[in-house]
Structure formats: structure tokens, C-alpha cells
């Protein structure tokens, strides 16, 4: 008696979970996210304005996630129409704020763009022809968009931002932006650019 009544909430106990695992169906599985698509390593970009065009190459080995962002952004026209609104002659000069594209936000230029990478920096110097993200003076991770070329070597600032490509044409282009009219760092008038990126 005691077995046949013992064993009968066991038999139940089957049936209940076989019952559940019919109805419960198939185990639910997360796909999973797909690894970014490698970029070539020779892959160029081509900044053209109105005072001449210079080509950047761009480093992915260095900072993948810097590169992946400026190519994206390029290849969706983000860069079209934005403006070099920031210029330290001889030193360098400084763009890609999507606020650059409205003439209306000139007292927000340098704002735009930022809080969306965080810093791969490197030993790379900072020497000519040198492109780095731009960054918020307090914060380490707060690149985006912008961008600055180096007109002359800049040692003290090697480490302390991300080097994500190098201009290997055009350098005496930069040059020319750099030599435009400024009010303190500001410049003063447009230097627009459009970036197409170039693959190997």
C-alpha cells in the first residue's frame, strides 16, 4: 500500500514535466553578435577641399574601433559639408563636428561628435602629418567623430590621444588650411571638406 500510494506523486511528477517540456517547445538560444568585419590595412581615405586634397591612410592595427567609426561615418556622408573650424598654425588643424555643417552653430563648433569611443592610445608620436581622434580635455573616453591632423611634430601629446591614421599625400594641402585666418584658435572662414574613403 505504502508503494503504491508512494510511487503515484512520482508517476505524476513525470507526466506534469513531460507535459511542460511538450508544450515549452524547443530551448531558446541568444544569437550571437557577429565579430566586426575586418578592415584592410591599407585602406584610404581622401579629404578633399577647396584649397586642395590630401589622403589619409588609415590604421586599423593601431585603433580598429577609431578607424571603423571614420570609415562609417565617411562612407554615410557624415563628413560632407563639415568644416576645419579649429586651427593652431604650424600646429594643427581640426574638424569633423557634424555642428560644423550649420553656420548657425559656429559658437558650438568643437562640441559635436564626442562621447562616442573610448581612448586606444599607443607609443605612436604625434609627428607630422599625423591623424588623431579629438577628446574632451577631462575625459580620456570621450572621442567621436572629430579629428585633427598634425602640421609639425607634437611630442607632448603622443599617449595621450589616439592615433588612427597618417597623411601620405597632400600634407602641403594641410599646410594651406593651416595658414587660414583665425580669430584666437577659431577660424574664421569655412575650409569645407568631403571625405571618401578609398580600399586597397
Known sequence: MNNR???APFLAAITVAAAASVFAGPP???PKASAPEPLPPETEAAVETSLGS?????????APNHVRLFVKTAKAGGYNGTTFHRIIAGGIIQGGDPL???KAQ???YGTGGLGLLKAEFSSRPLTRGTVAAVRRPSS???AGTQFFVCLSDQPSLTGQYT?????IAGVEVADRIGQSPVVGDRARDRVEMTVTVKKP
Open 5 to 7: 500510494w508512494g510511487r
Open 28 to 30: 531558446v538560444t541568444t
Open 54 to 62: 590630401f589622403t589619409i591612410k588609415l590604421l586599423p592595427e593601431l
Open 100 to 102: 560644423s555643417k550649420d
Open 106 to 108: 559656429s559658437a558650438r
Open 140 to 142: 580620456p573616453d570621450s
Open 163 to 167: 592615433v588612427f591614421g597618417e597623411v
